[in-house]
Nanobody
Framework: QVQLVESGGGLVQPGGSLRLSCAAS????????MGWYRQVPGIQRELVAA???????NYADSVKGRFTISRDNSKKTVYLQMNSLKPEDTAVYYC????????????WGQGTQVTVSS
């Protein structure tokens, strides 16, 4: 079964940087999208950034120019470099793997807390 293990969250001051990592295991398919979502209490989980197997990326407007998503297919790992962090970036960040075949399958990590505060 697919397992996603996240790391890299924590507390950072406004304007600071963090790098999230997510390592996937148990993946039995070759073409899949990896991404990061975030959620704050009472608000629907939202897409932050995603990267396809071919390297195409998609970002939420609120993070464009500040966050960079990348993946290492040989390690089945996705990264999120977050720069110029703002208090409104505070959330639990979830790693996602999406496989779209005849059906769409979503797999989630356990979440890692990112807190931006002085």
């Amino acid at each position: 079964q697919v397992q996603l293990v996240e790391s890299g969250g924590g507390l950072v001051q406004p304007g600071g940087s963090l790098r999230l990592s997510c390592a996937a295991s148990g993946i039995g398919f070759s073409i899949y999208t990896m991404g990061w979502y975030r959620q704050v209490p009472g608000i629907q989980r939202e897409l932050v950034a995603a990267v396809s197997s071919g390297g195409s990326t998609n970002y939420a407007d609120s993070v464009k120019g500040r966050f960079t998503i990348s993946r290492d297919n040989s390690k089945k790992t996705v990264y999120l470099q977050m720069n110029s962090l703002k208090p409104e970036d505070t959330a639990v960040y979830y790693c996602n793997v999406r496989y779209s075949g005849t059906r769409t399958y979503d797999y989630w990590g356990q979440g890692t807390q990112v807190t931006v505060s002085s």
